[in-house]
T-cell receptor, first 112, second 113 residues
Framework: GEDVEQSLFLSVREGDSSVINCTYT??????LYWYKQEPGAGLQLLTY?????DMKQDQRLTVLLNKKDKHLSLRIADTQTGDSAIYFC????????????FGGGTRLMVKP | KAGVTQTPRYLIKTRGQQVTLSCSPI?????VSWYQQTPGQGLQFLFE???????NKGNFPGRFSGRQFSNSRSEMNVSTLELGDSALYLC????????????FGPGTRLTVT
């Protein structure tokens, strides 16, 4: 079945850029998403990218998609302590309704 | 617009009991999906409902079931609870015919003792 992989942990200093990476196996993925989860909370949709796009920018967030390598990244510019959370990437297949397959999440720690 | 709401937020049940969780989607959203989140297995898809019909189902035993009402509100039920059912159950709603962005509720934390 489809698989989505992420590294477990990332630590950065406040003000630096963070780059969270994700790889997926389903070449027919239509949309890919980034979600943020803070302790005790649900998932917050940050941004998404359609599979025929290479890049999408949304304020401090930049999503890069390399469809050939099935690699997705999320860059957070000027990372703040409030960005500390777990970040999940997820993919949606073409015939999956709205079913998402999630990665295991990357815990981002921002040090002051 | 109000977000996705889930009730109850916390629940403690005993093995063998059953439980019903409720989800109210964002107004106008007709698709509701349910996910289970555990430290060991991560986020796993349970099922999706659209227009009162189950459209997709994940790889969970038949003890897990759901339904959707005409107002798009959804419930999921777990019968004969096991310790391993302890998890955060998340509901998400989305508009049909869009990029499929799903908006999640805060979840119901179920503890089975």
């Amino acid at each position: 079945g489809e698989d989505v992989e992420q590294s477990l942990f990332l630590s950065v200093r406040e003000g630096d850029s963070s780059v969270i990476n994700c790889t997926y196996t389903d070449s027919s993925s239509t949309y890919l998403y980034w979600y943020k989860q803070e302790p005790g909370a649900g998932l917050q949709l940050l941004t998404y990218i359609f599979s025929n796009m290479d890049m999408k920018q949304d304020q401090r967030l930049t999503v890069l998609l390399n469809k050939k390598d099935k690699h997705l990244s999320l860059r957070i510019a000027d990372t703040q302590t409030g960005d500390s959370a777990i970040y999940f990437c997820a993919e949606k297949g073409p015939n999956a309704g709205n079913m998402l397959t999630f990665g295991g999440g990357t815990r981002l720690m921002v040090k002051p | 617009k109000a977000g996705v709401t889930q009730t109850p937020r916390y629940l403690i049940k005993t093995r063998g009991q059953q439980v019903t969780l409720s989800c109210s989607p964002i107004s106008g959203h007709r698709s509701v999906s349910w996910y289970q989140q555990t430290p060991g297995q991560g986020l796993q898809f349970l099922f999706e409902y659209f227009s009162e019909t189950q459209r997709n189902k994940g790889n969970f035993p038949g003890r897990f079931s759901g339904r959707q009402f005409s107002n798009s509100r959804s419930e999921m039920n777990v019968s004969t609870l096991e310790l391993g059912d302890s998890a955060l159950y998340l509901c998400a709603s989305s508009l049909e015919g869009t990029s499929g962005e799903q908006y999640f509720g805060p979840g119901t934390r179920l503890t089975v003792t």
